[in-house]
């Protein structure tokens, strides 16, 4: 058995599963990448921030399951709800994959 340094239980990799499920998509990581800096927003700035070929349905699927699991938070205000990151520890998930992805991709 090969052994490193991490010394993760088992909830810890449990967690990190669920985040990483959460995020595996290009749409949600897009998310991601435009509530980082403009947080919070509703449904249809997300929607006109990410471009063309959104869907307000699609995205607000992708927006609830995120929620639902914790990566996004929101807040209702009249009939519109705005989302913004509920940990902002996932962006060094994120940053971490793609920075290795990158120094792979140099190699």
């Known amino acids: 058995m ?3 340094n991490r010394n993760y239980s088992g909830a ?3 967690a990190l599963s669920k985040v990483l499920k959460t995020i595996a998509h290009p749409v949600k990581l897009e998310i ?7 947080e919070p927003l509703d449904v249809s700035s997300i929607c006109a921030a990410i471009g063309a070929g959104c869907q307000i349905s ?3 699927q992708h927006l609830s399951k995120m929620k639902d699991n914790g990566i996004l938070k929101s807040q209702k205000k009249g ?3 705005f989302y913004a990151i509920a940990d902002r520890r996932v962006l060094q998930v994120f940053d971490g994959i793609v920075g290795q992805l990158v120094i792979n991709e140099v190699e």
């Open 79 to 81: 009939k519109q709800v």
């Open 2 to 4: 090969i052994e490193g």
């Open 12 to 14: 810890d990799l449990q």
């Open 32 to 38: 991601l990448k435009v509530l980082e800096s403009h």
């Open 58 to 60: 699609m995205m607000s």
